[in-house]
């Protein structure tokens, strides 16, 4: 069973707040989640199974599109903004 | 204009009477909107229908018109999944954090399906973020099972499974990262395609699990489906998990008929999908019945089924929640109430995400990006994450040994039929084991594709669909149209 302490850090970790009436039934789910994905730990696994071949993908180094193309409309989309910036809360106290 | 039966309608057979200017494309469409005006209700496949799907046919019929040869998928009525973005429209993974969010772009499959001339018809119910079996999960009302509207579609592509089902449109697009097109396919009697990792662009999907994600079609006969894939399919610049076509289109492990007596394919039918992990082995009757069923008329057309062993597979569901979690804490991060989409008043700006996030997001993305953030956290990162990474590449390199030996693997595609709505809604874990069968083919990367293999009769004598899955090599999707082509023949 996942404790209280626990879920306050992963709420924390996740940034989603969790209200106090909902913690019980937060932590009556996740623990169920979190015993159902531990039988992992009885897997079996060959040691150094071939892993898949990877490859880094690169463009080119530049400008993927025209500077400012979509802009307009991105930044249409935020909930605040002053003088072609998105607006936030402060950050500092 | 002669009366259409929409149900024997394919792409090829409406393309004929479209270019032969024996139906127009509105025509066409005025047929599907019939459908929809009168079951949509009790359905409830679309978030919403797009005002100028009738210009968009229109379109269509200027060019047929004018006497010019129009593409094959030129104004076939499609519906697309809530999470695939169309320039200027609202795409809201069906979730409240998104719920007015306009997309400034069209997804690759998107542009690729415009140049064809495809009719957009609307954007499909699905559960949140993808995450789900059952389209319970969307913030906007589940859909309801053609077949019986007291059950689920499956999900999380269960909106345009249960609209290409209820004939509200000829084919649709879903995403697939643990069974979502699969599941919803074999519950709504219809077919669908989860394509090779890398096979389709994800570019402008909305991302759950991003080694996991891909696009595919839901349609009502294999060929369909393979038309679309066809289409969607290639290297995107925009997405570099993307493999050359050209590449695409070489299996590189041979078929064993090739070189044997035997004319057709040899099949395997893992054992350990019936008796896994010493739990879920009761398999409903009627999945039993499709997956002998198939297994007949496989052996009748000249394949050869038999059981193998996959062990690496038992753990499949575990590893498949561990990866897709992980990946979806760290994906749904961006949902933070400032760049875009539902923002929640604070006093500052830590406040301002904790908010968003709470309110914004619904019970399983949050539980699923807790979960994430669990597995990856210091101290436990070796024990789930490191481990399923293990897991999953044993799993793999099972798979290239198996395939040494089988040209494709058989399975149910679910181990229930469609359930009631509400029954698993408690119990997150019994609605996870909805996906046994599918995650593996995520995991691993291989093509799938679930397709109908008959009906069973459940309570108050109706009738619900099962569905059998197809697994082949990496690129070998062209393995699964022709095997399933002749089990749909058959069934």
Not at chain 2, 160 to 175: E, H, M, N, P, Y
Request: aromatic share 8%; proline share 4%.
């Amino acid at each position: 069973m996942i404790n209280k302490e626990e879920i306050s850090k992963l709420s924390s970790l996740a940034r989603i707040e969790i209200p106090t009436e909902e913690i019980g039934q937060v932590q009556e789910h996740l623990s169920k989640v979190v015993d159902f994905i531990s039988k992992i730990k009885k897997a079996p696994v060959k040691e150094g199974a071939d892993e898949p071949e990877h490859r880094n993908v690169l463009r080119e180094d530049g400008n993927a599109n025209e500077a400012g193309k979509y802009s307009p409309d991105l930044l249409g989309q935020a909930p605040e903004l002053e003088k072609g910036y998105v607006k936030v809360k402060k950050v500092l106290k | 204009m002669t009366r259409i039966n929409l149900s024997d309608l394919t792409i090829k057979k409406v393309h004929e009477l479209l270019q032969n200017g024996d139906l127009s494309a509105r025509e066409l469409l005025e047929f599907y909107a019939e459908n929809i005006k009168k079951y949509e209700k009790d359905t409830h496949a679309f978030l919403e229908l797009f005002d100028d799907a009738y210009q968009q046919a229109g379109r269509v019929d200027k060019q047929i018109k004018s006497g010019k040869e129009i593409p094959l998928l030129a104004g076939i009525p499609l519906a697309v999944k809530d999470n695939i973005l169309i320039k200027n429209r609202k795409c809201s993974a069906g979730s409240r954090i998104l719920e007015n969010f306009t997309a400034p772009y069209d997804a690759a499959v998107i542009s690729k399906l415009k140049n064809e001339g495809v009719v957009f018809v609307g954007r499909t119910n699905m559960d949140e973020f993808a995450m789900g079996s059952s389209t319970e999960n969307s913030a906007f009302g589940p859909t309801k099972n053609p077949y019986d509207s007291t059950r689920v579609p499956g999900g999380s592509s269960g909106g345009s499974a249960a609209a290409v089902a209820r004939q509200f449109c000829l084919g649709a697009l879903g995403s697939d990262t643990g069974g979502s097109l699969r599941q919803p396919a074999a519950f709504c009697g219809v077919v669908g395609l989860k394509p090779t990792y890398g096979a389709v662009s994800r570019y402008g999907l909305i991302a759950l699990g991003s080694s996991l994600d891909q696009i595919g079609p839901l349609a009502k006969s294999v060929e369909d489906a393979e038309i679309i894939f066809n289409v969607i399919r290639g290297k995107d610049k925009m997405d570099s998990t993307t493999v050359d076509s050209k590449i695409v289109s070489l299996c590189e492990i041979p078929r064993s008929g090739k070189n044997s007596k035997i004319k057709n394919f040899t099949l395997g039918v893992p054992k350990e999908f019936f008796e896994m992990n010493g739990e879920n082995k009761e398999l409903d009757r009627g999945v039993v019945a499709a997956m002998e069923n198939s297994i007949a008329v496989l052996n009748k057309t000249g394949c050869v089924v038999k059981q193998i062993s996959l062990p690496a597979f038992e753990y499949a569901v575990e590893t498949y929640y561990i990866i897709m979690s992980a990946e979806a804490s760290s994906n749904l991060a961006r949902y933070d109430g400032i760049k875009y989409g539902f923002s929640a008043k604070g006093e500052n700006l830590l406040e301002v995400y904790m908010k968003s996030r709470e309110n914004g997001l619904g019970d399983e993305p949050r539980r699923r990006v807790l979960t994430g953030t669990y597995v990856l956290s210091a101290g436990y990162y070796d024990e789930y994450y490191g481990m399923a990474q293990n897991v999953r590449n044993f799993m793999r390199a099972a798979l290239v040994d198996k395939f040494k030996e089988v040209d494709v693997i058989l399975s149910p595609t679910t181990p229930t039929l469609p359930f009631k709505i509400g029954e698993k809604a408690d119990d997150p874990v019994a609605m996870y084991l909805s996906d046994i069968f599918d995650g593996g083919a995520n995991l691993t990367g291989i093509p799938a594709m679930s397709l109908p293999a008959g009906f069973a009769k459940v309570e108050n004598g109706k009738e619900l669909p099962a569905g059998v899955q197809l697994m082949a090599p990496w690129f070998c999707e062209e393995r699964l149209f022709e095997c399933g082509k002749l089990l749909e023949i058959s069934n």
